[in-house]
């Protein structure tokens, strides 16, 4: 399991400030910080990097199926699980889905993982929350992505039961041509919708197990925290310091991933033997109930929410994030109407060197290239087929030259780029990401990360490729 | 190595078109401009000319495809035009082309051309050109200035020279530039500045400020070549400029992907120069250079461009152009006649006004800007990016 929170971590206080011309009331909201995707991030690198996070524990899994959970997939058609999967180099034999629709997206999805009888399967969830500037959720949502892995060996947690109630409440909705959510008033979503029916499943999940209200060791309400939480926990008679405190204040509730992010969460945190009650609720209610299993604290291993959270740098640019998540419309001059039309064929023929960062290992000298060409690069060797592949995107690299472009176009100036030097002999002139200007020194240690590369508005696509970006301390 | 073809061609005659932001007029006429003089210093018919090669880079800018603007804008005698791309060195390339046919025997009397349209485009800097269906799905975005600026970076770590040293070198180059360009009609630019001036500019891509880059502006130059027995048959013996070395070397993708190039310099600079001084016959190019035309699309490239044709020592190209030694009274002159930085770098025109200027000196007509007695000049173009490009050199200088 793993869990990614972008780098980037609004001040509620800096949103706050630039409202209170209009809207001074929303001030008290102003406490703590909210993940922001940065420009070259969206649900599908989000969960990329979770799903990495998820692999990289040391048991190299390699899941059967692959499900993306999330409500704001960047790809209406074409599939997002698949991306992601091709991006983590998964073998193309494998069951992809993606789960949207609600904010049970997460722990539908897991819920489907967990039925898959004995295979393998990864449950990412992400989430990019777009919101309406001076809106109520603009304080209180984040974008953060989480990912599990469901399978027989070597559990974490026993799943136990679960149970589900559909029930249409329309708390907020967002229809398939509207950006934003349209939510209505919280009181009665509070009364009308949670205190009713988070208790009624859970209870009814309880009865169905045998198990009593004393057993859950811990609560966790994807999407609700504090008071409302507290109160959900009382009416299910569970105790309140069983309540998982929530992740609003430091990076914001991640929408439909906020659940997988509560449950890894709480495993990491976990002694064996306890009892651990997921809730999703969106249009009814997921409850699910795990035990920890005698290995639980091998999850402390996996780079979890905390170390996820702790990676941030807080930023007070409210007008930047506005132009990240495209509520302003920036004049970018004339270098941004360049046509960007990708040539799918080219991609299609190049996508494992492109989403997966496949490139070259030459058998004959042992040098590693990208891409991976039929002749070495080696001026000493030049052999033909000579190759195998060679994966980048787990690389560790270092700046062997650099630049802070003012420019060239970029929807986060400066455009930073410059020769990334690899292990085997291998460079390759990439962009940087993550970075601040000046931040920038030759010998700088880079990780490789899954990004937005290029955007073509003209047809509403964007590509994906890999960066270069601080590496993890 | 083959012979080569050093006093195999000759020079008779060169336009030059004035530099700048030509609103007046587009590629056509820019062409036109730089091919009368040239008909007139050659002293022929354009009825003579037997073959002209085009030096155009970004066509879809100005003249589109095909060598038949050309053609058509020279109202040429139907004779054979190809059109020659390969980036900042095409117009060096055009040169080539009509070398090898004159030294071939192809024909007797060519014509190379060479052109570009850069201030159409709506905005300034180069326009933005695809690498390809496949590389433009990894690349970065990147800018000339950006692509360059790396040079500055990896050289002030390979040589480790703090970078406001390295700065203060890249201002003597900006400063001296603009000292010649004053000088010369023909230039964009013609405005002295100060090296205070060239450092406090707005930053471009770190550590290339403004004035660490070249202009961007429109132009043209030509030559007419034929063999130096036509030249003499034509009555042009006298101060006769020919060929000594044209030289070409491209990038097969091993500084950009292979980690033993350390990023500092341009490989392909020092192989071509090594086999333009074979050509050529030269073996301490430091003394026997009279001048030398560079590629100084940012003053970094005219740095390290210093090292890599063999005339200041590897780290040693600061302190050289601190001391003057590339000024135009020092004892190298470089870009006497103002460079890119005043010239601005219409890319299919440069590598032809390079040779402008050197053949302009060879024969005492260079004004203000005079230098005593050259013989022989070197003239260099850097295409592409540090990391991949095509580099050219010619060398000329009066027939022996």
Redesign the interface.
């Known amino acids: 399991m793993g869990a990614y929170v972008p780098r980037r971590r609004l001040l509620r206080s800096a949103i706050a400030t630039a409202h209170a011309w209009a809207k001074p009331g929303l001030k008290g909201l102003g406490k703590g910080s909210r993940a922001i995707c940065s420009h070259d991030e969206d649900v599908i690198t989000m969960a990329v990097a979770a799903a990495r996070a998820c692999l990289g524990g040391g048991d190299n899994r390699s899941p059967d199926r692959l499900l993306l959970a999330s409500t704001s997939l960047p790809f209406a058609d074409r599939q997002n699980a698949t991306v992601v999967g091709e991006a983590l180099n998964l073998p193309e034999d494998l069951q992809t889905a993606d789960i949207s629709g609600s904010q049970r997206a997460a722990t539908s999805a897991l819920l489907l993982g967990l039925q898959h009888g004995g295979a393998e399967c990864m449950v990412v969830g992400a989430e990019k929350c777009l919101t309406r500037a001076g809106s109520v959720e603009e304080f209180t949502v984040g974008d953060a992505a989480a990912a599990l892995t469901t399978g027989e060996d070597q559990q974490l947690a026993r799943f136990i039961g679960s149970h589900s109630i559909s029930r249409d409440m329309v708390d907020h909705y967002r229809t398939a041509q509207s950006d934003h959510n349209y939510a209505l008033e919280e009181r009665w979503i509070r009364d009308c919708g949670l205190m009713q029916i988070i208790p009624e499943t859970v209870a009814a999940l309880l009865s169905k197990l045998d198990m009593s209200s004393e057993q859950i060791d811990r609560l966790l309400i994807a999407g609700v925290d504090g008071r409302p939480a507290a109160q959900i926990a009382a009416r299910c008679s569970i105790d309140k310091m069983a309540v998982h405190e929530g992740l609003k204040v430091p990076i914001g509730h991640a929408g439909s991933a906020d659940a997988l992010l509560l449950l890894v969460d709480a495993l990491q945190a976990a002694e064996p033997g306890q009892n651990i009650l997921l809730v999703g609720f969106g249009q009814g209610c997921d409850a699910l109930l795990f035990q920890t299993t005698e290995i639980v604290h091998r999850a402390r291993e996996s780079h979890g929410v905390t170390a996820a959270i702790a990676a941030g740098v807080e930023d007070t640019n409210y007008l930047r994030y506005l132009s990240f998540a495209g509520l302003v419309d920036i004049d970018w001059?004339?270098?941004a109407e360049?046509d960007?039309r990708?040539?799918q064929?080219?991609?299609y023929?190049?996508r494992r060197?492109?989403t997966g960062f496949v490139g070259g290992l030459c058998r004959d000298c042992g040098?590693a290239?990208?891409?991976k060409?039929a002749l070495c690069?080696?001026?000493n060797c030049g052999k033909q087929d000579t190759q195998d592949d060679e994966v980048f995107a787990n690389k560790a690299g270092q700046v062997?030259?650099?630049?802070?472009?003012?420019?060239?176009?970029?929807l986060n100036p400066?455009?930073m780029?410059?020769?990334v030097?690899?292990d085997r002999?291998?460079?390759?002139?990439?962009?940087f990401t993550d970075f601040d200007?000046g931040e920038l020194s030759?010998g700088s240690k880079l990780q490789m990360v899954f990004r937005i590369?290029?955007f073509d508005p003209l047809r509403g696509y964007h590509?994906y490729?890999?960066k270069a970006a601080p590496a993890a301390e | 190595m083959a012979s080569g073809i050093k006093d195999k061609v000759a020079i008779i005659g060169m336009g030059c078109s004035r530099f700048g932001e030509r609103w007046d007029c587009g590629a056509e006429h820019l062409m036109l401009e730089a091919f009368d003089e040239c008909l007139a210093d050659a002293g022929i018919e354009k009825v003579q000319i037997e073959a002209a090669w085009l030096g155009l880079c970004y066509q879809e800018q100005s003249l589109g495809k095909s060598s038949i603007s050309l053609s058509q804008s020279l109202r040429l005698p139907n004779v054979p035009v190809t059109r020659v791309e390969n980036l900042c060195a095409t117009g060096t390339e055009a040169l080539r082309g009509a070398a090898y046919a004159v030294a071939s025997g192809a024909c007797d009397i060519a014509l190379a051309m060479g052109v570009e349209k850069l201030k159409d485009t709506g905005f300034g800097g180069l326009p933005s050109r695809t690498m390809g269906t496949f590389e433009d799905l990894w690349f970065p975005g990147v800018s000339a200035p950006g692509s360059f600026a790396q040079l500055a970076s990896a050289y002030a770590h390979k040589h480790n020279i703090p970078m406001d040293q390295l700065r203060d070198a890249m201002a003597h180059v900006s400063w001296k530039s603009h000292e010649n360009g004053a000088l010369n009609p023909k230039a964009h630019l013609k405005n002295r500045i100060t090296k205070e001036k060239v450092l406090n500019a707005p930053m471009i891509s770190y550590p290339l400020g403004l004035f660490d880059c070249c202009g961007v502006s429109d132009g043209a130059a030509c030559a007419i070549v034929t063999t130096p027995e036509m030249a003499k048959k034509l009555g042009r013996a006298a101060n006769l400029v020919s060929i000594k070395a044209l030289q070409l070397a491209v990038s097969n993708g091993a500084e950009m992907f292979y980690d033993e190039w350390d990023g500092s310099h341009a490989m392909t600079a020092e192989l071509a120069s090594k086999r333009a001084y074979s050509e050529a016959g030269i073996n301490d190019p430091k003394r026997q250079l009279d001048m030398v035309e560079v590629h100084d699309c940012f003053s970094i490239t005219e740095l390290v461009t210093m090292e890599d044709l063999g005339l200041s020592a590897s780290g040693q190209a600061c302190q050289d152009i601190t001391a003057g030694v590339y000024d135009r009274d020092g004892a190298l002159p470089c870009n006497v006649d103002g460079g890119l930085k005043c010239f601005g770098h219409p890319l299919g025109a440069t590598g032809l006004r390079m040779v402008y200027e050197i053949y302009q000196q060879l024969h005492g007509r260079a004004g203000e800007r005079q230098l005593d007695d050259p013989t022989l000049g070197l003239t260099h173009n850097l295409g592409g990016f540090p990391n991949r490009n095509v580099c050219s050199i010619s060398i000329i200088g009066l027939h022996e």
């Open positions: 001059g004339m270098r360049r960007n990708t040539s064929a080219a991609f023929r190049g060197a492109i040098v290239q990208f891409p060409t690069v080696n001026p062997k030259s650099f630049t802070e472009d003012w420019l060239a176009l970029s400066p455009l780029y410059g020769s030097r690899f002999q291998s460079t390759i002139m990439m962009e200007p030759i590369k290029d590509r490729f890999w």
